[in-house]
């Protein structure tokens, strides 16, 4: 569902406008947690194009190969501007595929001379053997220090390849192979491996850490796979995931189920707080999620060009019901659980 | 009154069993909560067992939130039909072998 504007009357109506269900507005007013107010900018998640190898049915990107958004290098330019002076800790690129992006290298490289603490990059893996010119892709990565996080819906091929495409399981367990044999995801490497978790259908995901250690045991057991920490990331209601929810009439029970699973301490971590989310044309939005609806932030600093600490910090957060899938349970975000 | 006896949508009401008799409601539901807290067995094994026990008991709100249940916790479906068979298993047997209490009585009564 590629329309943003139709995404959002289908997340405030019917269940929502009849009263049936609290609106999230009213549920963390409720506990005192309305306006949500932006934090000390820690985290900056940069997003530098849509296109993909992969067709995920759960993506909230809407990624594929047909993506023509690409992030140019002047935008990028002026991202590294902020990356060098903001006091962010975490340096955050993801897609689409970020490895796609034909600057991809030169940022990286660039960026990673501003000695931030953490520099992740979202791969989906299977990109690493999707052609002979990223096959490098790891050692890439090793050279530049980089925090690899890749999804994995499931330790099996038939839950995985069903989420992610024919193959995918398999082509993900070759390059998760070839991290470790560099030093990738080892229990005492600095290189950093994580794997992240997302419900392969219309239900929560369950307990973060006893989740991890069903995982590492299957991919120990199995292939001999090694990985640091497994992040559990609930299917927020949006984009592909809605559309999926909708045509299988899941849409009000998963609603429900994220509406009963409300936890007002996650509400307190949520990451658009500490998080500053950059589109590949540049707009600066609250989370990744809400630059997917087009959601605008609420700042006169509206674009990367126009970065200003003391604008942005402090701001209220836009929110709508999606925003229930991050406060669920143990709460999600990028990063995992946050409660 | 409604048409059908079951509704899916008074699974989400179960815990308004307390409005009429607080305290025994909140005991069991305490009780129940932590039965299935992560012990001996982890939490993930509770739910298998709790989905095999939803079959033979023929709880159609039970079978609908511990499907649920295991799919949170990584369960395959081939787990999940497995532990189901188990469940059958028990129940045909616990049939069958009363078949031995049959044949004692016509034993007993056949000349």
């Known amino acids: 569902m590629a329309n943003s504007k139709r995404q959002l009357e289908i997340l405030s109506n019917s269940i929502f406008q009849n009263g049936e269900l609290p609106t999230f507005k009213s549920k963390i007013s409720e506990t005192g947690q309305f306006p949500l107010k932006a934090k000390k900018l820690e985290i900056l998640q940069i997003n530098v194009g849509y296109m993909c190898n992969q067709v995920c049915e759960h993506c909230h990107v809407d990624a594929g190969p047909d993506r023509k958004e690409i992030m140019t290098r002047d935008t990028m330019q002026q991202c590294l501007e902020v990356i060098k002076n903001t006091g962010a800790h975490t340096l955050d690129l993801t897609g689409g595929a970020p490895e796609m992006n034909p600057d991809f290298r030169w940022f990286v490289e660039e960026a990673a001379k501003a000695g931030i603490k953490d520099f992740i990059v979202r791969s989906n893996l299977t990109i690493m053997l999707a052609n002979k010119k990223y096959h490098d892709l790891p050692e890439f990565f090793k050279r530049h220090n980089i925090h690899v996080i890749s999804s994995m819906p499931h330790w099996t091929k038939g839950k995985t390849d069903k989420q992610r495409g024919n193959g995918v399981f398999d082509t993900s367990i070759e390059a998760l192979k070839m991290l ?102 540049g707009y600066l939005f609250d989370c990744d999620f809400n630059q997917m609806l087009g959601l605008p932030i609420n700042s006169k600093a509206k674009h990367i060009s126009e970065y200003n600490e003391t604008l942005l910090e402090g701001r209220t957060i836009a929110i709508s019901q999606h925003c229930y899938g991050c406060t669920a349970g143990a709460g999600s975000s990028c990063q995992g659980s946050v409660a | 009154m409604q048409k059908t006896y079951y509704d899916p949508a008074d699974l989400r009401k179960f815990g308004n069993i307390t409005e009429w008799d607080e305290e025994l409601g909140n005991k069991f539901f305490e009780y129940y909560n932590k039965v299935f807290e992560e012990g001996a067995l982890t939490a993930r094994e509770k739910a298998l067992i709790a989905l095999a026990v939803s079959h033979t008991e023929q709880c159609p709100y039970c079978i609908d939130a511990y499907t649920k249940d295991t799919l949170q916790r990584g369960v395959t479906k081939e787990e999940m039909m497995e532990a189901i068979h188990v469940g059958a298993a028990i129940k045909s047997g616990a049939t069958l072998v009363h078949g031995v209490q049959m044949m004692n009585k016509v034993n007993k009564l056949d000349m």
């Open chain 1, 180 to 281: 470790n044999n560099i030093g990738y995801g080892k229990p005492e490497s600095i290189l950093r491996l994580d794997l992240v978790y997302n419900p392969s259908g219309a239900f929560l995901p369950a307990d973060q850490s006893a989740m991890e250690k069903d995982f590492k045991k299957a991919l120990l057991d199995d292939f001999g796979i090694h990985f640091h920490n497994l992040f559990a990331i609930t299917n927020l209601p949006i984009s592909r995931f809605l559309d999926y929810l909708i045509a299988s009439e899941n849409y009000e029970d998963y609603m429900y189920q994220l509406v009963d699973a409300f936890n007002p301490v996650a509400v307190q971590n949520v990451m658009c707080t500490n998080t500053l989310s950059v589109s590949w044309d």
